[in-house]
Nanobody, 129 residues
């Protein structure tokens, strides 16, 4: 079974930065995607960013584009989400998720909740002064 380990959440002031980490273990195929989702109180879980191991193709939600950067260290099976210029609206529980995928090079990775099979426990990100 694929297992995900998350870290990096915490409390940060507006304009600050955090870096989330998600490490996947136990997978048996080479092609996969890892996505970051978040859920704030009263809101549905939304896709934030995702990356494919096929060619490191990425996806960003409009709300975070230009501020967040997703990257992958495939040798370590780890995906990072660098979050800069954080806003109070970014406050949420952040989840990483894993799925095997057959996306082609230059195709964006899966971005929807139903496309992912394994989920981390979530890490709280709070942006407040």
């Amino acid at each position: 079974q694929v297992q995900l380990v998350e870290s990096g959440g915490g409390l940060v002031q507006p304009g600050g930065s955090l870096r989330l980490s998600c490490t996947a273990t136990g997978f048996t195929e080479d092609y996969y995607a890892i996505g970051w989702f978040r859920q704030a109180p009263g809101k549905e879980r939304e896709g934030v960013s995702a990356i494919s191991s096929v060619d490191d193709s990425t996806y960003y939600a409009d709300s975070v584009k230009g501020r967040f950067t997703i990257s992958s260290d495939n040798a370590k099976n780890t995906v990072y989400l660098q979050m800069n210029s954080l806003k109070p609206e970014d406050t949420a529980v952040y989840y990483c998720a894993f799925t095997y995928t057959s996306v082609q090079p230059n195709q964006r990775p899966p971005t929807q909740e139903y496309q992912y099979d394994r989920w981390g426990q979530g890490t709280q990100v709070t942006v407040s002064s």
